[in-house]
């Protein structure tokens, strides 16, 4: 198992105090206090009693106070690459990995219509069936180059890209590799999203979305990363300036209801499932995990390349498992 070159993760904390030095202060408050200097009975009774309110309020000032992370190496020094975005306010549902700082947003269990529902899909994304997930977790960004790094120690994708852009070039098979190195790190049980997760997520937990936040095509660009006019090919789509012409940094656009971000383009995402083009025909209603075998994974939510009919959430897509392209990464989800 390979690591970064003395990389490690700093919680550089810019916002709470010390936890140790937090008590410290508030034990030298207690002792200073009238409270030392004998005061009459009922006197001490109120102080007593000022000073626990005074410990309630600093515990709940010290636990709802934000934090940050940063990539730092192992001695301490902080390093300029961010780790990772901290804009999006975490709600106490969410996950953040201890180790990497990933972030992880709570999808409650429920029920909705997987598939083509707007009518303007392909074959493979039909019939719309019903489909009903247990609570999960799914990563608010896709996996970045500074993630990827850290974990496995080698850079796979674009070399003039930052830490904070997606991953690409990485095969299903190393994504595999990353999901069991990253879990024997941190003890966690991370992996990647079903297909019907990954779709459930993107329509901002089931909803009627053609694509993760919106439906209306000409608001492509304020969501997502596509072919739009500074893409040169036939299926461009040249009313729109998304800002990009190859990969964006995870977290440019919109996000969805669920404060995800890039789930429709940006890079292709990886998901656990075999593809079947028949799958719909004979899918469970409950947590359905793809067909049992096949040749290709499925890989969703269209890329920088795509032209505006790829990032719809229905859209199902495949690619061989032990190959990897520039245009496709991935997002983990876990367990709750
Ligand atoms: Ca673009
Ligand atoms: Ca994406």
Known sequence: MQRGKGVGIKKTDISRPDPIMFFQVLSIFHHVTPLSLHPPSSLRSAMRRAVIGHCLIGLLWYNFLPFNYSLADTSGNPSDKVWQHTSHSM????????FTGMEFVFVKCGCFIMGDTFGDGYFAEGPVHQVCLDDF??????????????????????????DNYPVGSVSYDDVQRFIANLNQMTGQKYRLPTEAEWEYACRSGGGKERYAGFSNTND?????????VNC????????????????????TYKPNSLGLYDMSGNVWEWVADWFGSQYYDESPINNPQGSDAGSERVIRGGCWLSGPWYPRCSYRFSFTPSSGEEDIGFRLAKEK
């Open 91 to 98: 709600t106490r549902s969410d996950h953040r990995d201890s």
């Open 220 to 228: 492509l660009f304020r969501y997502a990363n596509f072919c739009d």
């Open 137 to 162: 977790y799914i990563g608010r960004y896709e996996v970045t180059q500074g993630q990827w790094k850290a974990i496995m120690g080698n850079s796979p994708a674009c070399p003039d890209h930052k």
């Open 232 to 251: 040169q090919h036939d299926w461009t789509a040249g009313d729109q300036d998304d800002g990009y012409t190859h990969a964006a940094p995870v977290g």
